[in-house]
């Protein structure tokens, strides 16, 4: 038997295994790394399009209310709560048509932030319009919903004529007897939150004829 031979059945050496052994170990912490990095990217991009659908499902939500907003449908009870369309800086009051599936007909509809365990909520709240100033009523019958949570500030804007005889501009305040010509809905977010949320300018619809 030649020494080739010999050194062939021989095989391999203590040290060689060693070698391969810890090549083998850095390749699947290099796999198991890949891996785990993915996952994450997938998690990540899961929720930004969560995220990214409940933003648009919210701007659909109000823009549909505010172009549904009255003032001619409004009656004396329903006044007495207040006006039909009352815009304050962060806090917005108006009456609207509502869909089926949550009351069907006019409703008092209030949109403001709401103090949370860990920040604050946009929330939505709202009743029968022809409920009148019955405090009791509007308690029994009140319906309240977080449309988006950890929201850092919530701005209303108004757009309309506010003095006769001058032309329209942009207000934090509208408590004219008339509907704005534009209503801005912005939103901030906490510091590194990565959601963005584009202005939101809607056009109020004037005794249900579009202008």
Do not use: C
Not at 6 to 11: D, I, M, N, P
Not at 152 to 157: D, I, K, Q, T, V
């Amino acid at each position: 038997m030649t020494s080739g031979n010999v050194a062939a059945e021989r095989g391999f050496t203590l040290l060689e295994v060693l070698v391969a052994v810890t090549l083998l170990g850095l390749l699947m912490v290099a796999l198991l790394g890949g891996v785990r990095l993915g996952v994450r990217a997938w998690e990540a991009s899961g929720t930004r399009l969560d995220d990214d659908a409940r933003l648009s499902a919210v701007q659909d939500f109000l823009r549909e209310r505010l172009t549904q907003a009255r003032l001619s449908e409004v009656s004396a009870a329903t006044m007495r709560t207040g006006p039909a369309f009352h815009g304050e800086r962060d806090r917005l009051s108006f009456v609207t048509m509502m869909p089926e599936h949550l009351g069907e007909g006019l409703e008092r509809m209030i949109l403001t932030l709401a103090k949370a365990s860990d920040g604050a909520d946009l929330n939505v709240e709202w009743w029968p319009a022809n409920l009148g100033d019955d405090p009791d009523a509007v308690r029994a019958a009140v319906h309240s919903r977080v449309l988006l949570t950890h929201v850092a500030e919530l701005r209303f804007a108004y757009f309309g004529q506010v003095a006769a005889k001058q032309p329209p501009i942009w207000t934090e305040v509208w408590n004219q007897r008339s509907l704005p010509l534009l209503v801005r809905v912005q939103l901030g977010f906490p510091e590194r939150d990565a959601r963005s949320w584009p202005d939101l300018i809607v056009r109020p619809m004037i005794d249900g004829q579009a202008f």
